[in-house]
């Protein structure tokens, strides 16, 4: 992105973001509700066209993961296979390795609704990287799953990271994105931090991020970064 601003009538969405992604980066997207997140993520997957600025993709093929059951919310009920098969051109050799590679080959023939928040979030990467996608894009992905699951998905997004995949996740979870990730951006319509998770300073950014809130959503790391 170059100089990115986007508007909706008078208020500024996002003003003026300029920042590169590279390959095999995982990168923690932070901000509150209202910072302009889910725009940033509308423009990156070409879903939403700027006002002013430009994007450019460099052949990047994007494997989009929203919130757990958003992609499949009233459809009917079929089998994780066919889910997956959805992201791979019904490719059925691509679907089952896809589903090997976040270790759900043998729930193939279950259905999709049958599985736990934990596993659906699993098949929606599945489904992604089906279409080899060669970065994901998470938002919020571990919202209402329990925390085992949840510690789970973690582990197999930093599996998938190291073998390569590049990701950027948007996540509320400020100190589990500070211990996964090698990058942060921490967004409030524009960008109040870019750089490596060991560098941020909660106390400096957090503030301008989440006023009030920043001391509920952070407990850890104030403080004891140089």
Do not use: W
Not at 73 to 89: D, Y
Not at 131 to 153: K, R, V, W, Y
């Amino acid at each position: 992105m170059d100089s990115v601003s986007v508007r909706y009538g008078s208020e500024i969405v996002l003003d003026a973001i300029t920042c590169c992604v590279h390959s095999g980066e995982f990168i923690g997207l932070i901000g509150p509700n209202g910072a302009g997140k889910t725009t940033f993520l509308r423009v990156l997957l070409g879903l939403l066209q700027p006002g002013s600025g430009t994007v450019h993709r460099e052949r990047a093929v994007l494997g989009y993961v929203p919130q757990r059951g958003a992609l499949y919310q009233g459809m009917v009920p079929i089998s994780v296979l066919e889910v997956v098969k959805l992201g791979s051109n019904g490719n059925r050799a691509q679907a089952l390795d896809a589903l090997a590679k976040v270790h759900m080959d043998a729930f193939a023939g279950k259905r999709f609704t049958e599985l736990s928040g934990g596993q659906q979030q699993r098949i929606s990467i599945a489904k992604a990287l089906a279409g080899n996608a060669s970065m994901l894009i998470l938002d919020e992905p571990a919202t209402g799953i329990d925390e085992h699951s949840q510690e789970e998905f973690y582990a197999l997004l930093q599996q998938l990271h190291a073998v390569g995949t590049t990701i950027m996740m948007v996540s509320h979870e400020v100190d589990t994105v500070l211990k996964m990730v090698t990058r942060v951006l921490c967004l409030n319509r524009t960008i109040l931090y870019d750089g490596p998770p060991e560098h941020f300073e909660a106390d400096a950014y957090l503030p301008q991020a989440y006023a009030k809130y920043h001391m509920q959503l952070h407990h850890q790391h104030g403080g004891k970064h140089a």
